[in-house]
Nanobody
């Protein structure tokens, strides 16, 4: 099993910045990808940014140029640097990890979610 612990959410003014962190732990054999999704009330969970362990990254069009995803492979941690935040970025952000735990094939794991609120 893999556990994800997120941190870094909070309240910020429009134009401000926040940095989210998500650390994976447990019986990890291999992490295939780590990323961030977000889900507004009444809407489907959507991709924000994804880091594939091959080195490729994907971003939602709405965050390109403002958000940056990065990884610390030694610490099994993914970060999301969010700059130029807008009120429409307000929602709960979830860490997602695709990993093989020891003795098992690839599975998707989710963090508990962290609230980001952009408001003046």
């Amino acid at each position: 099993q893999v556990q994800l612990v997120e941190s870094g959410g909070g309240l910020v003014q429009p134009g401000g910045s926040l940095r989210l962190s998500c650390a994976a732990s447990g019986s990890i054999f291999r992490i295939n990808s780590m990323g961030w999704y977000r889900q507004a009330p009444g809407k489907e969970r959507e991709l924000v940014a994804l880091s594939i362990s091959s080195g490729n990254t994907n971003y939602a069009d709405s965050v390109k140029g403002r958000f940056t995803i990065s990884r610390d492979y030694a610490k099994n941690t993914v970060y999301l640097q969010m700059n130029s935040l807008k009120p429409e970025d307000t929602t709960v952000y979830y860490c997602r990890c695709n990993a093989n735990s020891v003795g098992f094939g690839p599975r998707i794991y989710w963090g508990q979610g962290t609230q980001v609120t952009v408001s003046s």
